[in-house]
T-cell receptor, first 114, second 112 residues
Framework: DVKVTQSSRYLVKRTGEKVFLECVQDMDHENMFWYRQDPGLGLRLIYF???????EKGDIPEGYSVSREKKERFSLILESASTNQTSMYLC?????????????FGPGTRLTVT | GESVGLHLPTLSVQEGDNSIINCAYSNSASDYFIWYKQESGKGPQFIID?????DKRQGQRVTVLLNKTVKHLSLQIAATQPGDSAVYFCAEAKAAGNKLTFGGGTRVLVKP
């Protein structure tokens, strides 16, 4: 079974702090994604990566950056956390094979910025 | 612009009845559609998908219907069970790349 793990289930940070959210997948997937989930807004794509050291902006990249130094790990970075970044953050991965558009999600990290 | 939306934010269903969750999309270039189920405290889980060259696909107790003429997608759950209580998301993707655009979600509540 595909397993996507996220470093924390719950995180509380102060405004202005630098925050790292880690995601690891064990299926050798090429593609990895970071979303945030807010009530009534569904899932919105922040950044994604199709390969090691490669990143592309999603729909809402402002205030975030990412790092993909190894194939299995995709990190989301909040350089200076703000209260409007309080949200549920979901990581996903998928294979780049033909027909393999299904994304596998981690359990999520609920981040609160105070 | 492209968008994926849902008609009903909450759907209450009697146990044993069939459920129908609807989704509208606006991007006629989308090639791939997918339904996810998200239970409380968990990440979304894949239910079923369909490509634009099909209009119906069946899984175990679930059926996805695609009407490209009116840009409408639906998920039918047969004999709804308490374990089906969750939030359901539809998503679409263009043919190129693997980027999904998600709808806002519909909560399904199954009444015993």
């Amino acid at each position: 079974d595909v397993k996507v793990t996220q470093s924390s289930r719950y995180l509380v940070k102060r405004t202005g702090e630098k925050v790292f959210l880690e995601c690891v997948q064990d299926m050798d997937h090429e593609n990895m994604f970071w979303y945030r989930q807010d009530p009534g807004l569904g899932l919105r794509l922040i950044y994604f990566s199709y390969d090691v050291k490669m990143k592309e902006k999603g729909d809402i990249p402002e205030g975030y950056s990412v790092s993909r130094e190894k194939k299995e790990r995709f990190s989301l970075i909040l350089e200076s956390a703000s209260t409007n970044q309080t949200s549920m953050y979901l990581c996903a991965s998928s294979s780049s094979g033909q027909g393999a558009d299904e994304q596998y999600f981690g359990p999520g990290t609920r981040l609160t910025v105070t | 612009g492209e968008s994926v939306g849902l008609h009903l934010p909450t759907l209450s269903v009697q146990e044993g009845d069939n459920s129908i969750i609807n989704c509208a999309y606006s991007n006629s270039a989308s090639d791939y559609f997918i339904w996810y189920k998200q239970e409380s405290g968990k990440g979304p889980q894949f239910i079923i998908d369909i490509r634009s060259n099909m209009d119906k696909r069946q899984g175990q107790r679930v059926t996805v219907l695609l009407n490209k003429t009116v840009k409408h997608l639906s998920l039918q759950i047969a004999a709804t069970q308490p374990g089906d209580s969750a939030v359901y998301f539809c998503a679409e993707a263009k043919a190129a790349g693997n980027k999904l655009t998600f709808g806002g979600g519909t909560r399904v509540l199954v009444k015993p």
